[in-house]
């Protein structure tokens, strides 16, 4: 029987915090409970006590990571493009310090309390600027999938990922428009960051167009006659 000691120095946060580690450290597809029990220092079938399944531990990760990403709740309200960018960078950043994570959160939807009320507060925040609840999920999972993409490509070397053969790289100067790119800068941590603003300036320009069409288009119109 494990030490009573022993449960009550744990927690929820604590195992999950632990599970984090590991995936930053060697990839989520390492992730399992006995590992997770050896990290902690207990038996495996103690953490079941915190989190029943590893469905569960995955979406708590989800939950961590999403739930650090805070709404924008300086900017006017009707500034909501603002609110999208500073959503969108933030979550590039937590991202980023987390590699391990970036695969999960690019497929597992938020399904926990905490993940979901972070993505409430951010809809929310869109909504005092008179946009409805659906076109403010829009707004957010546009935004969510552009940034979870991009950090896809900008972290390829996640953790857990086999290292990738140069064997067989092209030569570039057969290339010569990629080779004067890589030599302007191509892949560098600048140029992530050029692309990434590129994108999100696209993006929301867009996104903004097409939310003010749709109110011109719901705008009552006034009989003259």
């Known amino acids: 029987m494990e030490p009573t000691g022993k449960r009550t120095a744990l927690t929820r946060e604590k195992v999950l915090r632990a599970a984090l580690d590991v995936a930053d450290r060697d990839g989520i597809d390492k992730l399992s409970m006995r590992r997770l029990g050896a990290e902690l220092g207990v038996e495996a079938m103690s953490l079941y006590h915190y989190l029943p399944n590893k469905a569960a531990l995955l979406d708590g990760l989800v939950e961590l990571v999403t739930s650090a990403v ?4 300086d900017s006017p309200a009707d500034q909501w493009t603002r ?3 500073n959503f969108a960078v933030a979550l590039r950043a937590e991202l980023l310090r987390h590699p391990g994570m970036i695969p999960l959160v690019a497929t597992r939807p938020a399904r926990s309390v905490a993940a979901l009320q972070a993505v409430e507060d951010t809809a929310a925040a ?6 409805p609840p ?3 999920l829009h707004l957010i999972n546009s935004v969510a999938t552009l940034v979870t993409g991009h950090c896809l490509a900008e972290a390829s070397d996640t953790p857990g990922h086999p290292e990738q053969s140069t064997e067989d790289t092209p030569d570039l100067a057969a290339f010569p428009v990629l080779a004067t790119a890589v030599a302007a800068g191509l892949g560098t941590p ?3 960051q050029t692309r990434f603003d590129l994108a999100l ?3 929301l320009d ?5 939310q003010t069409s749709t109110h011109m288009k719901n705008r009552p119109t006034t009989d003259l006659t």
């Open 206 to 210: 867009g996104l903004q167009r097409g």
């Open 126 to 131: 869109l909504g005092r600027a008179g946009i």
């Open 190 to 192: 600048q140029d992530h």
């Open 70 to 73: 805070r709404p924008d709740n």
């Open 134 to 136: 659906l076109d403010a």
């Open 201 to 203: 300036d696209a993006l």
């Open 83 to 85: 609110r999208l960018r």
